[in-house]
C-alpha cells in the first residue's frame, strides 16, 4: 500500500511569486491534515480536510494560502504571493474516517518550500 | 486548547545507554497521546500511542512511554538506544473534543554516539 506522497519534495521560489504543494493521501482515507513547520520551530497545524469539506482551517496564517481537495482524492495548499516567513517544511497526513475512526495520522515526507 | 512541552531540544548519549525523553503537556480536555520520529530526510513515522487503558504503552523499535495524568506527562524511553535511533523526536496530543488535529511539541533531537 503506497504512503502519502507529496510534491514536489523540495521548492525554492522569490518572493512574490505563487508555489502550489501537493499532496496524494493514502487510497480510502476520508481525513487529509497539512502541517507546517517553520525553521526550529514546532510543527503546527494548519487545516483538516474530511472528504472535500474543510472540517477546521483554524491554523491557516493569513489569505495567502488557499488548500483545496477536489473529489475528496488529492489536496493542493497554495501559497500567493509568498514571503520570507512562508518558508519551512509542509507535511501532509491522512486518516481514516468514517465508521472506522483512527486516530493514527500517517505522514508524507514534507515538502521543504524556501522563499528568498 | 491543548500545548506541549519538551524541555530537551538535544540529547546526546552514548550506544547501548538508557534514554528519556521528556514531553509534559497541558489541556483542559482530556487528551490522546503520540510519540512520532523522524529520520533524516524521512516524513513522520508514529512511535507509540496512547488512547485509553494501561498507562504504560510499547511502540516499535523497543520504545516505551508511561503515561501520567497526575503530572501531565509522557515520557519516551528506551533501555539501550542504537546508533540507528538517531532521529528527531515529537510529542503530540490530539484533544478528546473531536478536533482532532495534532498539537506538537518542539522536537527533541536524539544523538547516539558509538
Known amino acids: 500500500e503506497a504512503g502519502v506522497t507529496q510534491f514536489p519534495s523540495h521548492s525554492v521560489i522569490e518572493k512574490g511569486q505563487t508555489v502550489t504543494l501537493r499532496c496524494d493521501p493514502i487510497?480510502?482515507?476520508?481525513?487529509l491534515y497539512w502541517y507546517r513547520r517553520v525553521m526550529g520551530k514546532e510543527i503546527k497545524f494548519l487545516l483538516h480536510?474530511?472528504?472535500?469539506?474543510?472540517?477546521?482551517e483554524s491554523g491557516m496564517p493569513n489569505n495567502r494560502f488557499l488548500a483545496e481537495r477536489t473529489g475528496g482524492t488529492y489536496s493542493t495548499l497554495k501559497v500567493q504571493p509568498a514571503e520570507l516567513e512562508d518558508s519551512g517544511v509542509y507535511f501532509c497526513?491522512?486518516?481514516?474516517?468514517?465508521?472506522?475512526?483512527?486516530?493514527?495520522?500517517?505522514f508524507g515526507p514534507g515538502t521543504r518550500l524556501t522563499v528568498t | 486548547a491543548q500545548s506541549v512541552t519538551q524541555l530537551d531540544s538535544q540529547v546526546p548519549v552514548f550506544e547501548e545507554a538508557p534514554v528519556e525523553l521528556r514531553c509534559n503537556y497541558s489541556?483542559?480536555?482530556?487528551?490522546?497521546l503520540f510519540w512520532y520520529v523522524q529520520y533524516p530526510n524521512q516524513g513522520l513515522q508514529l512511535l507509540l500511542k496512547?488512547?485509553?487503558?494501561?498507562?504504560l504503552v510499547k511502540g516499535i523499535n523497543g520504545f516505551e512511554a508511561e503515561f501520567n495524568k497526575s503530572q501531565t506527562s509522557f515520557h519516551l524511553r528506551k533501555p539501550s538506544v542504537h546508533i540507528s535511533d538517531t532521529a528527531e523526536y515529537f510529542c503530540?496530543?490530539?484533544?478528546?473534543?473531536?478536533?482532532?488535529?495534532?498539537?506538537f511539541g518542539s522536537g527533541t533531537r536524539l544523538l547516539v554516539r558509538p
Open positions: 496512547y488512547l485509553s487503558g494501561s498507562t
Open positions: 489541556s483542559s480536555v482530556s487528551v490522546y
Open positions: 503530540a496530543v490530539t484533544g478528546m473534543d473531536s478536533s482532532y488535529k495534532l498539537i
Open positions: 480536510f474530511v472528504k472535500e469539506s474543510k472540517q477546521d
Open positions: 487510497s480510502g482515507h476520508d481525513n
Open positions: 497526513a491522512s486518516s481514516q474516517g468514517g465508521n472506522t475512526f483512527s486516530y493514527e495520522q500517517y
